[in-house]
């Protein structure tokens, strides 16, 4: 079993849905969780993340985190063609704090 | 500000070739990693460093080797280069107590062949 889980997608959707992208995960120690986003050919780069429980929200977008399901989850509002990339979860222990462990990406598709 | 330099952006090798792919960073970062991406497989740990002179394993590293002999430069080096090696490699850099924030370079695309 992976230690974290993502949907590979590919998913599209129109333009000005609300797109929702999760993961599951097996490691109860993990409580840093990130959303990093990547588009094609480049490298990722960090859009949200979450310590421990609980919601946030920037923007359009809102990362959920339920320690107790052990799921994570991205919602993004209004999409834009614009968030057409690769989106992958990542997490981390407190302990051993250098190593993180990423998702298998999501590849989501805005269409206009 | 330049951030994470990777070259080369592409390189063909064939099998048991050997190569170096060079990473930079500029924003005194302790942290460095290396990772390699293969199509639906996510980001696998190949290495990483917290400073100069200390690098340690991470989870793919067979058939890798590096060194860190300044804050700035942390070289991957790729001896008996296998068909199973190609990927694309991204290197990244961090500060400590805010690793959650990495920093990626653009990635280098090797096949070997």
């Known amino acids: 079993q992976k230690e974290v889980e993502q949907d590979p997608g590919p998913l599209s959707v129109p333009e000005g849905a609300i797109v929702s992208l999760n993961c599951t995960y097996s490691?109860?120690?993990?409580?840093?969780f990130m959303w990093y986003r990547q588009y094609s050919r480049k490298g990722p780069e960090l859009l949200m993340y979450?310590?421990?429980?609980g919601n946030k929200e920037d923007g359009r977008f809102t990362a959920q985190v339920d320690k107790s399901s052990k799921y994570i989850s991205l919602f993004i509002r209004d999409s834009q063609p614009s968030d057409s990339a690769t989106y992958l979860c990542a997490m981390r222990l407190i302990q051993g704090a250098q190593k993180l462990v990423f998702g298998q990406g999501t590849r989501l598709t805005i269409n206009p | 500000n330049a951030g994470v330099t990777q070259t080369p952006k592409f390189r063909i090798l064939k099998i048991g070739q050997s190569m170096t792919l060079q990473c930079a960073q500029d924003?005194?970062?302790?942290?460095m990693y290396w990772y390699r991406q293969d199509p639906g497989m996510g980001l696998k740990l190949i290495y990483y460093?917290?400073?100069?002179?200390?690098?340690d394993k991470g989870e793919v590293p067979n058939g890798y080797n590096v060194s860190r002999s300044t804050t700035e430069d942390f070289p991957l080096r790729l001896e008996l280069a296998a068909p199973s090696q190609t990927s694309v490699y991204f290197c990244?850099?961090?500060?400590?107590?805010?690793?959650?924030?990495?920093?990626f370079g653009s990635g280098t695309q090797l096949s070997v062949l």
């Open positions: 990244a850099s961090s500060s400590p107590g805010t690793n959650e924030k990495l920093f």
């Open positions: 979450t310590y421990s429980s």
């Open positions: 924003m005194n970062h302790n942290y």
């Open positions: 490691n109860s120690a993990f409580q840093y």
């Open positions: 460093s917290v400073g100069a002179g200390i690098t």
